[in-house]
């Protein structure tokens, strides 16, 4: 059964030592770990990347590819190799171990490229997997929006896409499960957002906002959902 989701940044810079005492992500960090206490000892995170794929909890990763030799697992007994992990896959991984190192996690991540129907799709089906489950299951995305907020930004300046995070946000502070099934291709978690939608809808129980914002022009959420 569904227990909770919680939604984080899919920021390297949550790492204190890739971003070291940074002001503009401090207060992004304590929201993130603040906010995944509200899971369970069993996580399922959600997140984008170059295409689909199961990583399971005995799986070890590194951030080592952002700069920084920091380990993560996605369980306590994860053990073999360290092998590559999509970002999503390593923000768990690192805030498991900082905030519920007993805890198993295993992460979804689906193809950037999925249009609106699909992502939704997916996310219907996993929530009658987790329905299936009996015993709590929290959920964590792990997504960004849009990351052309400003002049630095890693995208590049778009100033059409400052309405659309201030859209998003406004979804996501909300529960607005249908505005999060028109999301734009600039947001960069679209799709994983779009999962959401079809995990959560027509519209969670409540919604809780920890923090948002846009440090190095890209939108940044923290909240938890309960279903």
Not at 129 to 135: F, L
Not at 167 to 195: C, E, N
Request: aromatic share 6%.
């Amino acid at each position: 059964m569904l227990s909770a989701v919680v939604l984080t940044p899919s920021a390297p810079v949550l790492v204190p030592e890739l971003a070291g005492a940074a002001a503009e992500v401090a207060g992004f960090r304590a929201a993130a770990l603040a906010a995944v206490v509200e899971l369970p000892d069993r996580w399922i995170a959600i997140g984008v990347g170059a295409a689909d794929d199961v990583i399971e909890p005995n799986t070890r990763g590194t951030f080592a590819g952002y700069g920084v030799d920091v380990p993560v697992a996605l369980s306590p007994d994860a053990g073999g190799a360290v092998r590559a992990l999509p970002l999503c896959a390593l923000v768990t991984g690192w805030l498991r171990g900082q905030a519920n190192p007993s805890a198993r996690a295993q992460v979804r991540v689906y193809d950037a490229e999925h249009d609106a129907g699909t992502a939704i799709g997916y996310g219907r089906a996993l929530r009658t997997e987790i329905d299936a489950i009996d015993a709590p299951v929290g959920v964590l995305v792990v997504a960004d929006g849009a990351n052309t907020l400003t002049p630095s930004a890693p995208g590049g300046y778009d100033p059409d896409s400052v309405p659309v995070q201030a859209a998003l946000h406004a979804a996501l502070s909300a529960g607005d499960v249908d505005a999060l099934t028109r999301l734009p291709g600039g947001i960069v978690g679209r799709v994983a957002y779009q999962v959401l939608a079809g995990l959560t809808g027509p519209a969670p129980r409540s919604t809780t906002e920890l923090m948002h914002g846009a440090p190095y022009g890209v939108g940044y959420f923290v909240g938890v959902w309960k279903p």
